[in-house]
């Protein structure tokens, strides 16, 4: 293991691919976002002659685990060689289109890597506006009044709710870092109630498309229309910006069955794309941050 520079990063990245044509990866970060992950954590890189591994540490609780590989027995090989010195607990988050997903997951299980979570993305169809003006009734304006973006400061409150309802190594919880850039970037909307946030939508949204990530209202409001207010002011801010043009996708913990179901009737279609959330070694409970 290396402590792992950008440079050296770079320079390891660049070799393998032209050493080998590289048909695996999670490494789905642009350069400027790799640059500063490596400016602010102490990573550390391993690399073989099929495959390269970044282990970054995440929450304080785990190191994560991202790879380029040449294909499957490269993967596999390369594990073999670095489990043993692995900065444990380690996730790996496997995402892309099935069957690959899947055959890179059972590569990292054979590993001893333990799946946590596996997610499906569904498509969001745009809702009919019958339907947008039925919720809109149902909401009604006095919960409009108390729906905003998040704002600066509002980070620790958030990440307390999202720990609450998901688990931070199937759920891909973000960090403090990520949810204070996300609150700059309007991507988190809020409807707060006696000075605290009652009801959350937290989605990530790249020109005109959009990935709905997490929804959170506390429990003692649940009987209110929080969620429906809340998801109704993120797609008229999203109209007023981009127009008709959104695509919406969403994500669905595949083992719960029945919401698989009622995606189905709500017309969110699954496209293929899976995340398997897997950690070493299985099973390790993890400290509370």
């Known amino acids: 293991m290396k402590h792992a520079t950008f440079s050296l990063f770079?320079?390891?990245?660049?070799?393998?691919?032209?050493?080998?044509?590289?048909?695996?990866?999670?490494?789905?970060?642009?350069?400027?976002?790799?640059?500063?992950?490596?400016?602010?954590?102490?990573c550390l890189l391993f690399s073989t002659e099929g495959c390269l591994f970044l282990f970054a540490p995440f929450h304080d609780a785990f190191h994560d685990c991202l790879y380029l590989a040449?294909?499957?027995p490269a993967l596999e090989d390369g594990l073999a060689r670095t489990r043993a010195d692995f900065p444990a607990p380690v996730r790996v988050s496997v995402a892309g289109r099935e069957p690959l997903a899947g055959e890179q997951a059972r590569v990292f299980q054979a590993q001893g890597f333990e799946l946590r979570k596996e997610l499906l993305r569904t498509r969001l169809r745009k809702p009919a506006p019958r339907i947008i003006e039925a919720?809109?009734?149902?909401?009604?304006?006095?919960?409009?009044?108390?729906?905003?973006?998040?704002?600066?400061?509002?980070?620790?409150?958030i990440l307390a709710m999202?720990?609450?309802?998901?688990?931070?190594?199937?759920?891909?919880?973000?960090?403090?870092a990520t949810i204070r850039e996300d609150i700059a970037r309007r991507h988190i909307a809020v409807l707060r109630r006696g000075g605290r946030i009652a009801s959350l939508h937290y989605f990530q949204r790249n020109r005109a498309t959009l990935?709905?990530?997490?929804?959170?209202?506390?429990?003692?409001?649940?009987?209110?229309?929080?969620?429906?207010a809340v998801s109704l002011f993120v797609h008229d801010a999203l109209e007023k910006e981009e127009g008709k043009n959104v695509r919406v996708f969403g994500w669905?913990?595949?083992?719960?069955?029945?919401?698989?179901?009622?995606?189905?009737?709500?017309?969110?279609?699954?496209?293929?794309v899976r995340i398997y959330n897997l950690l070493y070694p299985s099973p390790a409970p993890l400290p509370e941050k």
């Open 10 to 42: 770079s320079q390891e990245y660049d070799a393998l691919k032209a050493r080998r044509r590289c048909a695996l990866s999670n490494i789905f970060q642009d350069r400027a976002a790799l640059e500063s992950l490596l400016e602010r954590k102490r």
């Open 70 to 72: 040449a294909d499957l």
């Open 135 to 157: 919720m809109r009734a149902l909401a009604g304006d006095e919960l409009f009044r108390e729906i905003s973006f998040a704002v600066p400061g509002d980070e620790e409150e």
């Open 162 to 176: 999202l720990r609450e309802e998901f688990d931070v190594v199937g759920d891909n919880l973000p960090e403090l």
């Open 211 to 228: 990935h709905a990530l997490y929804d959170v209202t506390r429990r003692e409001f649940r009987k209110e229309q929080m969620f429906t």
């Open 252 to 272: 669905r913990d595949a083992s719960k069955k029945r919401l698989v179901r009622h995606a189905k009737k709500t017309e969110q279609e699954t496209d293929g």
